[in-house]
Each structure stands twice: as structure tokens, then as C-alpha cells.
């Protein structure tokens, strides 16, 4: 991850962001989505991470968790999802998307030919319930926001329905601030 004033906290929640190259829609493809969920449920399941919250639009996605050491996690996620996610279009043979990947890279990255991931994750400490609570619905409203749906419940890539005791997709560790 890239130089940055932002840092991450130990064990503290926190919101981060990870977005597409060029805000390239790449997570309209379902099969794309599920590279991003499989990653973060391994990361869960061998306790590396903490999911609080998420959501995951077609470009970009958000992220309430916690880790001992998140900044690492996340580093290994980007890197994880990246390589997977190259290798998925390469065996797709989906040419224009690795041909805006490759074009979108930036000119520091000599040791790829491609760039999923913008630098950085701008992490924000989550010190307070209050902020806690803020940034989870911020997350859960975002599809709102982008005029897809009426009703956060009606978006499958999110922790929204987790939050109603329903089954969601990742594995949700709710918090109690």
C-alpha cells in the first residue's frame, strides 16, 4: 500500500475503502464479487481479520473490520484479489477489462502489467459507538445513494441483512461499543 497519512490502529474497527483503478465497474461480473467474499471469508475463518460491516458496489468497496494488525491484512487481501481477479479475465479471455487495467496502471508498478487496486485504503478509527454506528450506515446506505435500490435488505453484497438476523454473505462480528 502506498505512502499515507492515514494509519491503522491495533485491534481498533475501523472503515476503509477499496476502490478500482479508474473506477472501472469490474464488480458487476458476480464471478468477481465472489473472489472478493471467498478472500475475505478465508481471512475470517483463520482469524485475521474481524468483518463489522461491508458493502460492495461495482467499483469499489467499503469495509468496517478489525484486525491486530489490519493494514497487513488488507495489503494481503488487495494483493490476493488482484492476482485472482487478473487470472479470472485472463482465463476468460476478457481483453478490454485487462487492456483498461493495464492502461490505467500506474507508471511506478514496473513489476505487473496490471493495477486492480487504487493505492491506499484510507483507514478510519472508529473510537466512539456513535462513529461506529455512522459509518455502518453509511456503508449500508450506499446503494440508496446510488439509486439501485429502495431498501438496503435488496442488496445482496452487503451486511446490512446481517444486522436484522438474517443470513448474509460473509461472516459478520457485531460489535458492541
Known sequence: MGRSRYRFLDKQPHFLSCTVVNWLPLFSNPELVQILLDSLTFLH??????????????????????????????????????????????????????????????????????????????????????????KLEYVHQNPIRRGYIDDPAHWRYSSYRDYLDQQGLLPIVQLEI
Open 45 to 134: 475463518t483463520h482469524h485475521r481479520i474481524a468483518i463489522h460491516g461491508y458493502v460492495i458496489m461495482e467499483n469499489h468497496l467499503h469495509l468496517i473490520a478489525s484486525s491486530s494488525n489490519l493494514s497487513k491484512e488488507i495489503g494481503t487481501f488487495k494483493s490476493f484479489t488482484a492476482r485472482s481477479i487478473v487470472d479470472w479475465l485472463k482465463a476468460n479471455n476478457r481483453r478490454h477489462w485487462l487492456s483498461q487495467l493495464a492502461f490505467y496502471k500506474q507508471l511506478h508498478k514496473t513489476g505487473q502489467d496490471y493495477q486492480i487496486w487504487q493505492e491506499g485504503s484510507h483507514p478510519q478509527a472508529l473510537l466512539t459507538a456513535e462513529i461506529f454506528q455512522q
